[in-house]
């Protein structure tokens, strides 16, 4: 076998497959791309239930040092969504609740004070700019009412 047959094999052989990088390019540049975005968007929904989650812990905590029931709801509301509003989430419709049955409980007896959050996000905030819909976060928190002083 001459050289000149062994190199025309080859050369035959490249220009079958001409064009082949530039299809798999095709195929697997969108896939990659959709995971990406859907890492993204997974992340971005990750912070948002966080930062629910951190809402109602916040709010929980600061009804806790209030010294009366109504102080607590007001304190914990308020410290929720100045939670909401510092992570950045832009909620349609954000409720903070604050459960101040701990009050009640006498003195010398461990209590704890419970909050929740609800928070309604738009999709195009959480997921991508322009997705229609949205999705209702929720989150619940808890602080540890001091045992020895004195309620109102």
Known sequence: MSSRSYERGVVGCRSSERGAVAVELALLVPALVLVLGLLVAGGRLWFARTAVGAAAQTAARAGSLARTPAAAVADGGAAGRASLATAGLRCTSPTVSVETAAFAVPVGTPATVRSRVRCTVPFGD???????????????????????RSRR
Do not use: C
């Open 126 to 148: 959480v997921v991508l700019p322009g997705l229609p819909g949205s999705i209702e976060l929720t989150g619940d928190g808890a602080a540890a009412l001091d045992t020895y």
